[in-house]
């Protein structure tokens, strides 16, 4: 059975920064795309980074040159480095995974809601205070 557990979130203020994790068990982890989304009350749910089966690695605009998508395929985990927090990245972040045998780290992005990743974590919060 597949879980994926979330932590590191908290409250930092702005220009702060945080590492999220997201242990993996229950598939094998080398070979399935993986990504963070986060939601805001009252928004759709939507990526933030995501790894494809390819080894490609994408970022949603908003966090382009300020996060950072990791892989520690010894551990299980997955990470995102969130570097220069803003206000703005206040959200529950999740973890997800795709069992799909190809799968495009664009792809992933793309997907909104909780549509087309076979699993999620439950999440962890991120406050940013100004």
């Known amino acids: 059975q597949v879980h994926l557990v979330e932590s590191g979130g908290g409250s930092v203020q702005a220009g702060g920064s945080l590492r999220l994790s997201c242990a993996a068990s229950g598939y094998d982890f080398s070979d399935y795309g993986m990504g963070w989304f986060r939601q805001i009350p009252g928004r759709e749910r939507e990526g933030v980074a995501a790894i494809g089966t390819d080894g490609s690695i994408q970022y949603a605009d908003d966090v382009k040159g300020r996060f950072i998508i990791s892989k520690d395929y010894a551990q299980n985990t997955l990470y995102l480095q969130m570097n220069s927090l803003k206000p703005e990245d206040t959200a529950m972040y999740y973890c997800?995974?795709?069992?799909?045998?190809?799968?495009?780290?664009?792809?992933?992005?793309?997907?909104?809601?909780?549509?087309?990743?076979?699993?999620w974590g439950k999440g962890t919060l991120v406050t940013v205070s100004s």
């Open positions: 997800a995974a795709d069992l799909a045998l190809t799968m495009p780290a664009n792809k992933i992005l793309g997907f909104k809601g909780t549509y087309g990743m076979d699993y």
